[in-house]
């Protein structure tokens, strides 16, 4: 059973859900962990984890279940996600998660335009996105904002607060979603928590020659308590 931020009755579970009702075969994600998101693989489904630390993928499988007992004998593909998923068919995945951002040291290259573009062209006409942007310094919620708009792709904002008592099993998370330019994010309903993105704020837009990670800095976190 997946917990933290990967727990059911937040973001991901939430997110899986939707996705169950479509066609959904093919599952990328960039950033392994403990491999807890194994824990949604459906039937019939294929996952693909792209993971740039071989120790990483060492301590998933020799301290944790997840990959063994869930995931349809998912699949590990080592090195940075920017030259393994350019290996893959174009049109390929019906859903890719990046899941890189919670540290405080993120891998910028990883949500520039040219990141984008190189995600939506192995990504299905009708599949979808999921970022997992939590994080205690970076406020990347903008940077995502700034990106949909430019490719021209809907998009949907969850911030999921957990209940205090529930603190031991579940964490607080947020997560954007972004769909192919022209498509529909409809079935992530606001009933379930997505909202419309808020505009992004000017000069956000992240390439690969230009990224501003100051300005999006959330100084009233990180300041330390007196």
């Not at 479509?22 to 599952?27: L, N, P």
């Not at 998912?74 to 940075?80: I, P, S, T």
């Not at 928590?193 to 300005?215: K, N």
Request: proline fraction near 5%; aromatic fraction near 10%.
């Amino acid at each position: 059973m997946p917990l933290g931020y990967y727990h059911n009755a937040g973001p991901f579970g939430r997110f899986f859900a939707a996705v169950a009702t479509r066609s959904t075969k093919e599952i990328g994600v960039i950033g392994l962990g403990a491999g807890e998101l194994a824990c949604y693989a459906q039937p019939g489904q294929v996952w693909t984890f792209h993971e740039v630390d071989p120790e990483v993928e060492r301590i998933a499988r020799r301290y944790f279940n997840f990959l063994d007992r869930c995931g349809n004998d998912a699949r590990v593909v080592l090195g940075d996600a920017r030259l393994s998923i350019q290996e893959v068919k174009d049109y390929h995945y019906d859903a890719i998660v990046i899941d890189a951002f919670s540290s405080d040291s993120i891998p910028l290259h990883l949500l520039t335009r040219e990141a984008l573009a190189l995600y939506q062209r192995k990504l299905a006409d009708d599949g979808v996105i999921l970022f997992h942007i939590s994080n205690r310094h970076l406020d990347l919620a903008p940077v995502i904002a700034a990106l949909a708009e430019d490719a021209g792709s809907p998009a949907r904002h969850l911030l999921y607060l957990a209940p205090g008592s529930s603190s031991k099993t579940q964490l607080s998370a947020e997560v954007v979603a972004i769909g192919q330019p022209g498509q529909s994010l409809d079935y992530l309903t606001a009933a379930a928590g997505w909202q419309e993105m808020a505009p992004p704020r000017r000069a956000a837009l992240w390439t690969d020659a230009r990224s501003d990670i100051v300005t999006h800095i959330k100084w009233w976190d990180s300041l330390p308590s007196k």
